[in-house]
């Protein structure tokens, strides 16, 4: 009879653990905000970015520069974006994402605004645009330390898909919406409207956004990070990590080259901006829709595969093919697979590294990738119409080099979402 009580006992102990085990974790519907909150500031940033490359020959009659001088206007995110991603890391990973990101938002608001009052002045212009690119790391580089606290491991490529499918939004509308508010009014109408949505994204981020929250929505929320420092120590002996960087340096490199030489690329096939346009548009549906495949099969690795395998012979199409209607067809679907690889790459990174901070791993990644844009923007700089698909050639034969060296990835298994 005895025994049987203890029985009792032990079962009720147990049923007891497992139940605060289980209430130990908790996925909120709050996680959604936080996400569109970023997304936000992301495509703000972005579009604070490019906004000038559109309009670039009516900037420069009203700024009374070279068009040339006017590309530093967008270069310059690049080069800030090379200095400050370890800074921005170490504080994302040490003060956490609001903070982190917090200040990005308040830097892209504050001098998105201020570039309303630098009416034709040129070199004030270009220092409110030096302060807006100084927030660009500290938002880029969260995306993965958002995911990570906001997010179960079975939501996390989709969340981080769509972080990053918002920085493509905000191109997008950095190509289009300048054009349409030129009409309006020239160029200080364009930098009015923009900076008021600016301002505007700002109070919303810094109203609604939480570090984490109460519970974390998985144990791999809570696991322990180490410093920063340490953390950089532990990534440059993973081979992994040296891989994603390759990967990111032709990636992202060879991204930023097409969208900056989109004309000389298109030439006289049609009309560039609408294929820099399209690129973008199909890249936005990839990073969505490949994230989510990833997320359900719970793979990464064969999505990143896929991604690069099929950009090489779209490349190629999109360089060669003379009709502009194949053209259309051709840059959607380039867009949407050689995109798409950039979220799953840094969630990729992310569950690898662990316990590296999310924040360095994302940072350095993504400084890799504006390192690989710099160095193929100033090569192919003196590429015209005519030989610019030798350019392309080389675009090709890196993405080949990238597919091979993405094979020797390795990936562990990702825990199946069971909010």
Same mark, same amino acid.
């Given at each position: 009879m005895k025994n049987n009580h203890f029985i009792v006992i032990i079962d009720i102990i147990k049923r007891q653990a497992i139940k605060m085990s289980e209430n130990q974790y908790e996925v909120k519907a709050y996680r959604w905000v936080i996400l569109g909150m970023f997304m936000i500031v992301g495509a703000l940033t972005q579009l604070l970015w490019i906004n000038f490359a559109p309009i670039r020959t009516a900037a420069s009659a009203y700024y009374g520069v070279a068009p040339e001088t006017i590309d530093f206007l967008s270069l310059i995110f690049m080069i800030v974006f090379i200095g400050l991603t370890i800074p921005s890391s170490w504080l994302i990973d040490t003060k956490g994402f609001k903070v982190g990101a917090g200040i990005g938002a308040i830097l892209t608001g504050v001098f998105g605004l201020l570039r309303i009052f630098a009416?034709?002045?040129?070199?004030?212009?270009? /220092?409110?645009?030096?302060?807006?690119?100084?927030?660009?790391?500290?938002?880029?580089?969260?995306?993965?330390?958002?995911?990570?606290?906001?997010?179960?491991?079975?939501?996390r490529a989709i969340a981080t898909g769509l972080g990053t499918m918002s920085l493509?939004?905000?191109?997008?509308?950095?190509?289009?919406?300048? $054009?349409?508010?030129?009409?309006?009014?020239?160029?200080?109408?364009?930098?009015?409207? /923009?900076?008021?949505?600016?301002?505007?994204?700002?109070? $919303?981020?810094?109203?609604?956004?939480?570090?984490?929250?109460d519970k974390p929505p998985g144990p791999a929320a809570i696991e322990e990070k180490t410093f920063v420092w340490e953390g950089i120590k532990k990534l440059i002996k993973m081979r992994d990590f040296w891989i994603l960087m390759i990967l990111f340096l032709i990636g992202v490199g060879g991204f930023n080259a097409i969208a900056t030489f989109i004309e000389p690329l298109v030439g006289t096939r049609g009309d560039a901006g609408v294929i820099g346009?399209?690129?973008?548009?199909?890249?936005?549906?990839?990073?969505?829709?490949?994230?989510?495949?990833?997320d359900k099969y719970r793979k990464r690795k064969i999505f990143i595969i896929i991604s690069v395998g099929v950009a090489i012979p779209l490349l190629i199409c999109i360089t060669y093919i003379p009709l502009y209607s194949v053209l259309i067809v051709i840059s959607i679907i380039l867009g949407f697979f050689l995109m798409s690889s950039l979220p799953i790459g840094l969630e990729f990174a992310a569950e690898q590294?662990?316990?590296?901070?999310?924040?360095?791993?994302?940072?350095?990644?993504?400084?890799?990738?504006?390192?690989?844009?710099?160095? $193929? /923007?100033?090569?192919?700089?003196?590429?015209?119409?005519?030989?610019?698909?030798?350019?392309?050639?080389?675009?090709?034969? $890196?993405?080949?080099?990238?597919?091979?060296?993405?094979?020797?990835?390795?990936?562990?298994?990702?825990?199946?979402?069971?909010?």
């Open positions: 009416g034709n002045n040129f070199v004030l212009v270009f /220092i409110f645009q030096t302060c807006i690119a100084l927030g660009q790391p500290f938002i880029l580089n969260a995306i993965s330390k958002l995911s990570a606290q906001w997010f179960p491991e079975g939501e493509f939004i905000g191109i997008l509308l950095g190509m289009l919406l300048p $054009l349409i508010l030129y009409g309006f009014g020239g160029v200080p109408v364009v930098v009015l409207v /923009i900076g008021i949505i600016s301002v505007a994204g700002m109070i $919303l981020f810094l109203i609604f956004v939480k570090e984490k929250p346009a399209l690129i973008i548009v199909g890249g936005i549906f990839g990073a969505f829709v490949m994230s989510a495949l990833s590294t662990a316990p590296v901070p999310e924040g360095t791993s994302n940072g350095i990644l993504m400084m890799m990738g504006q390192i690989g844009g710099i160095v $193929l /923007i100033l090569s192919f700089m003196d590429f015209t119409s005519t030989n610019f698909p030798i350019a392309m050639m080389i675009i090709v034969i $890196l993405t080949a080099i990238a597919f091979v060296i993405c094979l020797f990835l390795k990936e562990r298994p990702i825990t199946p979402n069971k909010a």
